[in-house]
């Protein structure tokens, strides 16, 4: 896609979201979890441009962005015009800007697109109204746009717990490589949690920093996705994708990432990355593939 037209535009990226181990440790009254997670970013990314305009208006275009059409995720309760009308009000300034928004993340797959956007667009619209929000103030409004928004925020390695308002930094992470893989299907987020059993688990936070990326898997082999076994129920070829990428001799560990139904290989390569994921695309034409480096801070 080329870039929109305009002199005064501005640009933002917003970086695939990972969830390397999952656990779920209680459920609320409300009906929320309480959760303990390692988040980090790929430098995969969709991509938000903003220009001065007379009023608001969003466009999408990209390769997914067919399927934001399909489920008309682009009403105006889509999380970028929320975010946006969202952020004028806290400022105090007149909701202006066009959006374009540039799909390159699947749809409903557990990688935090929405939220990534939504984050995206209130780090973008800080910088096109000129305007700069205590970060206390900004954090409790992107926890209202959605639990993922906070730290999608922030974009760097993060240790995320409640229901996504407590964040603290995570140790230094080595340099990784991930494959990517999702089977073209999306999983509701609620449905997964909702088709969760058993027992809860407890936080498994580890504070020292891994030596390089075998030894991140290592540690991560000692945790989970509390939401993989019921997203393998809801969509059986979410489980044929982990045990495909799991196959894969240059993977260090194959796991599902949030709710699913996208699938990350541990990499130490970026090599090594890029062969799993055009292996598995040839193998599987359907599933959507990609290489990418994890960024580590």
Not at 266 to 278: D, E, N
């Amino acid at each position: 896609m080329s870039e929109p037209e305009g002199r005064a535009r501005l640009v933002e990226r917003a970086p695939a979201k990972l969830n390397l181990y999952l656990h779920v440790l209680a459920r609320r009254e409300d009906g929320y979890h309480r959760l303990d997670s390692l988040v980090v970013f790929a430098d995969l990314a969709d991509r938000l441009w903003a220009e001065p305009a007379a009023d608001l208006s969003f466009v999408v275009s990209g390769p997914f962005a067919g399927r934001l059409k399909a489920e008309r995720a682009l009403s105006e309760d889509n999380l970028v015009l929320r975010a946006a009308r969202a952020l004028a009000k806290e400022l105090g300034v007149a909701p202006k800007a066009r959006l374009v928004l540039e799909k390159n993340l699947p749809v409903a797959a557990g990688i935090g697109g929405g939220s990534a956007d939504a984050a995206a667009a209130l780090r973008l619209l800080c910088r096109l109204w000129g305007r700069t929000p205590a970060a206390d103030r900004l954090a409790a409004l992107a926890l209202l746009l959605g639990a993922d928004v906070p730290v999608c925020l922030q974009s760097k390695p993060t240790y995320v717990g409640g229901i996504g308002e407590c964040i603290e930094p995570a140790p230094p992470l080595p340099e990784a490589h991930l494959a990517l893989i999702n089977p073209g299907s999306p999983l509701a987020t609620a449905e997964v949690f909702k088709a969760r059993r058993g027992p809860f688990s407890e936080p498994a936070r580890f504070a020292e920093a891994p030596r390089d990326a075998a030894h991140l898997a290592a540690l991560l082999a000692e945790r989970r996705n509390d939401l993989e076994a019921p997203a393998r129920r809801l969509l059986p070829e979410a489980g044929h994708v982990i045990d495909a990428l799991a196959a894969q001799p240059s993977v260090l560990l194959a796991r599902m990432s949030g709710s699913g139904a996208t699938v990350f290989g541990l990499c130490a390569t970026a090599a090594q990355a890029q062969a799993a994921a055009r292996i598995l695309e040839a193998r599987h034409p359907s599933w959507w593939c990609a290489a990418t480096a994890m960024r580590a801070r």
